[in-house]
């Protein structure tokens, strides 16, 4: 879902509470995100720009996102250049998916300059652009060269130009005759793309609402509408634009029933019928910090996670692979026996063996039947070193199954460990969660050992969660917690739970020397099997028993433990009662 130039024109309306306030702080939590602090006589706003592809937006947000250790370039440029700066005005040129921020700042010399942060909302061609009083393109969080666009440039040093327009109306700036013309002439092709081709700022969310109430649900042709249906679209287009200008826009969000957000609008919807629920709200910035923030919290991990991903990824198919390749190796280990027998019975016949033979065919004295078998010789070898090189082969065959089972073990144990940490990765809510599991991979030597700048991560505390019961559960949130949890914090008499052989985090009941009851049992089983790799699937099982009899090997890795005196519990994890369930 895009944001439209009519929406954007929305949120225009409520970012004039910015004006006159001033630059305090200049952040760039991401590669295309920038977030300013600006200071006003109401108070501190906190503007987000993002030039995402599939989250490109601007407003006012209440989430708080993590920032990087160091700042970016362009970050540091917008801290130069805006720092401290006055926002004199916010400008979009018709229903244009452009809003220009001016800001009077102080340079270098000491002279006053309006300098220009335009943010243009454009799906995958989003930019934002710092652009100087003489119109030149200072930098921009995304450059773009001839090899990337021939129609348009943006490069530092040169002129800023317009993105390339369509010949559309702006139905804000129209009167109803102008809109009605407009409506006349559409395109004979379906409504609402007709609409969109006629119509500036529109999306096709937008569009398909103009046309489902045009045709009360009915699929119609832009060219071929009767009067009727004329009179009804007109009168959509007039409402829509008088929501806007007279800000009594209903904000709303469709969400389908598997809690998906799926669309947006300053329109009620109906389109959609019983198949999505719709969920208003006060203002567009509400609007938009809801429907994106979750999706750019995780796109922003993932961003920063990327290489640890990539990492454990490769790890995994490696050490998959050398397994599969050492039990190949062990199923070759199991015609031992074989070769020991050839060499007894060339030791017992050597009498009839002469050097040179290629082959002989001796009867095995060892089965009842004694049937004959043909055994491959060596030409160059005398009989008795056929018989000591088939001995040497049985002796390699016992050391290489001895070392291939133990070699099996222990790969299998790393590839656990390597699924338990790209578990937890894929459940980072923060980045200090990311550098701390950066920072174990390191000491296990998966990675080389970096100096992060500024301080080091802090040791991220358990989550905590509190039963239905009142008893508080504990739950870690990386191997190294899950030690410390289970194995430091944790009393003897605490009940410990945890995935049964699928990766997730251990759960601790803190009982306080009592016997918690069976449904708080339950919900740290479900609180578990929702912190595991097994959170998307039913019937999970879960392990539990008193921390006593939970050990940590000599030598194993972080977060591998080992237990007795168990129950196994089977539930279906409820993400929302975990939510619910959250202190």
Wanted: proline content about 4%; aromatic content about 8%.
């Amino acid at each position: 879902m895009a944001l439209d130039g009519a929406f954007l024109y929305a949120v225009k309306q409520e970012l004039d509470v910015l004006i006159g306030g001033r630059t305090d702080k200049i952040y760039q939590p991401s590669r295309e995100e920038i977030i300013i602090s600006i200071r006003t006589v109401k108070g501190a706003y906190r503007l987000l720009i993002s030039a995402s592809a599939s989250s490109a937006r601007i407003h006012i947000t209440k989430t708080t996102v993590d920032n990087p250790m160091s700042p970016p370039m362009f970050c540091m440029l917008l801290r130069k250049h805006l720092g401290g700066g006055k926002l004199k005005a916010i400008r979009q040129d018709g229903l244009e998916r452009i809003l220009y921020l001016d800001f009077e700042c102080i340079n270098e010399l000491g002279d006053i300059v309006t300098v220009t942060l335009a943010c243009e909302i454009m799906g995958k061609y989003s930019n934002i652009i710092l652009v100087n009083q003489d119109g030149k393109i200072i930098d921009s969080i995304r450059r773009v060269d001839e090899d990337m666009s021939r129609e348009r440039t943006v490069l530092p040093g040169m002129l800023y130009e317009f993105p390339p327009r369509d010949n559309r109306i702006s139905f804000k700036d129209s009167d109803e005759e102008q809109i009605r013309k407009a409506v006349d002439n559409l395109r004979n092709a379906e409504l609402s793309k007709a609409v969109i081709g006629a119509f500036e700022g529109v999306s096709p969310v937008l569009a398909r609402e103009w046309a489902y109430y045009t045709g009360h649900g009915r699929e119609l042709n832009g060219g071929e509408l009767s009067d009727n249906e004329k009179d009804r679209l007109v009168f959509a287009v007039m409402s829509a634009k008088n929501a806007l200008l007279e800000k009594k826009c209903c904000y709303t969000c469709a969400v389908n029933k598997d809690g998906l957000l799926k669309d947006f609008s300053f329109i009620r919807l109906n389109q959609y019928g019983g198949l999505m629920i719709t969920k208003e709200f006060e203002s567009a910035c509400e609007l938009l910090d809801y429907f994106y923030a979750q999706r750019d919290k995780t796109a922003r991990l993932k961003q920063r996670a990327n290489d640890l991903f990539r990492l454990l990824m490769n790890t995994s198919e490696r050490i998959t692979k050398r397994i599969a390749n050492q039990k190949n190796e062990l199923q070759e280990c199991t015609k031992k026996d074989e070769m020991k027998l050839m060499g007894d019975l060339i030791s017992a016949n050597i009498y009839r063996i002469n050097k040179g033979d290629k082959k002989v065919i001796l009867e095995n004295f060892y089965d009842e039947s004694c049937p004959q078998i043909e055994i491959k010789l060596d030409a160059r070898l005398t009989p008795a070193q056929n018989a000591q090189k088939y001995y040497s082969e049985y002796r390699k065959s016992v050391t290489a199954e001895k070392k291939l089972a133990e070699q099996i073990a222990l790969g299998e144990e790393e590839l656990e460990y390597i699924e338990s940490v790209f578990d937890s990765l894929t459940r980072a809510d923060t980045e200090n969660e990311i550098n701390e599991l950066r920072l174990e991979l390191a000491e296990q030597g998966y990675v080389r050992a970096v100096r992060l700048k500024g301080k080091p991560p802090k040791s991220s505390p358990p989550a905590e969660y509190v039963s239905s019961d009142g008893y508080t559960i504990l739950l870690g949130r990386n191997n190294k917690q899950n030690d410390k949890l289970t194995l430091k914090t944790a009393a003897k008499t605490d009940m410990w739970l945890h995935t049964h052989n699928i990766p997730g985090s251990h759960a601790i009941i803190v009982t306080n020397g009592d016997t918690p009851p069976d449904r708080t049992i339950e919900e740290a089983a479900v609180i578990a099997a929702v912190n595991s790799k097994a959170k998307d699937s039913s019937q999970v099982p879960v392990d539990y028993c008193l921390v006593k009899f939970v050990k940590k090997p000599a030598g194993a890795k972080p977060g591998m433990v080992i237990f007795s005196n168990n129950k196994t519990l089977y539930v279906t994890p409820e993400k929302e009662l975990a939510e619910r369930l959250k202190k």
